[in-house]
């Protein structure tokens, strides 16, 4: 096993971090830590990273103890938010850094930048300084700084949160087919679902120092062990005193008799693209549920322009019963993308 | 490890362009008014008394100029001078580096008030200056240390009253350093020695040198707070803008301004020789 987490506390001040972290990182895997801001995600990285300490517990490496163990000697890739590139140096020799730390002869590093180059498609970038670069491009070319040196693991910290939509999109992609080309174990942070669940093969759900969720995108997606995990992987409601995917709700303008149903107002009908989006005052509910279906669903139920419905659960659908502590709004897709600039 | 991997293989990224000098202006009516009047400005405070004094050095002729120079005791001066203020300045750039350092990277009690402090020999009128250094360094000194009328006094003087310059140039650059830079640096197997030597310090350079420029220019000008504890005397702690005094009072405008003129070129080219080196690096940068 890759990395092992075992016991792992971390505080700042009165603020606690990390509680009690136990996990263990596959070798070779791609796994994404993803959670709201200030989560501790970004925290357990640099813990990994040897950037930060961990008050109590231990991290070991590919089977070696690496606690207490400085950044510089625990042979790991990383890749920051913001680039961090040398800037007073040029690609090759961003490239070359740890290479020439490590006192390798000239023409081995020069081979070593060359093949990184090629790697991440900056060859024709080399003589450049990284202020000339894109975005994309300098992170790409710190991505290649780090995987220079073979790092054992290869850890990003919201590697594309600076980048704009477009790039962030491309460079995911590219991410996953260089992970299959590289096959170094990989760790990255994301508080973007979607980001992980089309990026990662496991996912580490994070909040509130604590881990939620373990599991593929599949397990986290159709199991999630808490209320949390659900309503952060995709949108909810509330029907009866479960939380709900919207699309997991069936509609129809006249009682069908199924177990469960219960009658209600339609509040507000929408519709956005292809999709229909119905808000439902239910019989003896606080909140209002929220239904989405396609637009033809709608239509051949003839839900347009009805006042009167009737809701139910279908057959498979994810439940999970609502925490007692907070109400959770009928919309909560929204309440996934916080604010990415945080505290860590 | 073969092509795979191509994010953006429909988009072709730009070819290198070449180093661009852009030399078009940006004149049009109103700011070629402000630029008139900085011009004019500048002519007035600046280069017509720059030029009358290189007028007036030149006007006895190259021999008299030269006989204004090669006198011992104003050759002496300018001497003592240039090399005080070169050995101010290199200990400047170490010591300043070190206190700006301190004052970002540390947090300790009484910060914010070294911060103030720091500004006040500059805030200082030199000649109060030198009336403390006296005091403190001079025949009665409380701490039994006397260098009065020793070239130590000098130094003394240069190093109190250019003391703020590479701290306050040092200090915003490292203020703004992303301490990313140095982690991605400590995980790429650098030791703290190293990050400071190959990504520090070259991001420090320019300010430094600014710093170090202005360090140079100010001890090369300097009178008031080294003439009561040096006694200026002649060949041995006099310098040079004592010594363009001391052709005024006698009556020799030539004299005066040839070692003007001298302190003028020696300040120009080394504002210059270090305007290029931080260009040089952050040229680089850009």
Redesign the interface.
Known sequence: MSIEIRSVSKHFGDFTALSDIDLTIPTGDLTALLGPSGGGKSTLLRIIAGLESADTGTVAIEGVDATGVPARKRDVGFVFQHYAAFRHLTVAENVAFGLSIRKQPRKVIAERVEEMLELVHLQQFADRHPAQLSGGQRQRMALARALAIRPRVLLLDEPFGALDAKVRKELREWLRRLHDEVHVTTVFVTHDQEEALEVAHHLVLINQGRIEQVGTSDQLYDEPATSFVMSFLGPVTTFGNTLVRPHDLGIATAPTGRPGEVGGRVLRYNRVGFEVQIEVDLAGAAAPALVTLTRREAAEAGLAGAEQVWVHAVADAVRVPVPHAEPVPAVSAGSRELDPSGVR | ????????RSRP?P???PRRRPRRTTLDRRSGTGLGLALIWFSLLVLIPLTAVLVKASEGGWTAYWAALSDPQTAAAIGLTIVAALVVTAINVVMGTLIAWVLVRDDFPGRRVLEVVIDLPFALPTIVAGLVLLSLYGPHSPLGINVANTRIAVGLAFLFVTLPFVVRTVQPVLLEL?P??E?????????PV?VFR??VL??LAPAIASGAAMSFARGLSEFGSLVLLSGSLPLHTEVAAVRILGYIEGDNLHGAAAVASVLLLVALAVIVLLDLFSRK?TH???
């Not at chain 2, 490890?1 to 953006?8: E, F, K, N, T, Y």
């Not at chain 2, 982690?183 to 030791?191: F, H, I, P, Q, V």
């Open positions: 490890m073969s092509g795979v991997l191509a994010p953006d990224e070819a290198p362009a992303e990313e830079v982690e991605a640096a400590a995980s790429l197997g650098a030791g190293t190959r990504i070259p991001s690096v680089r940068a850009d």
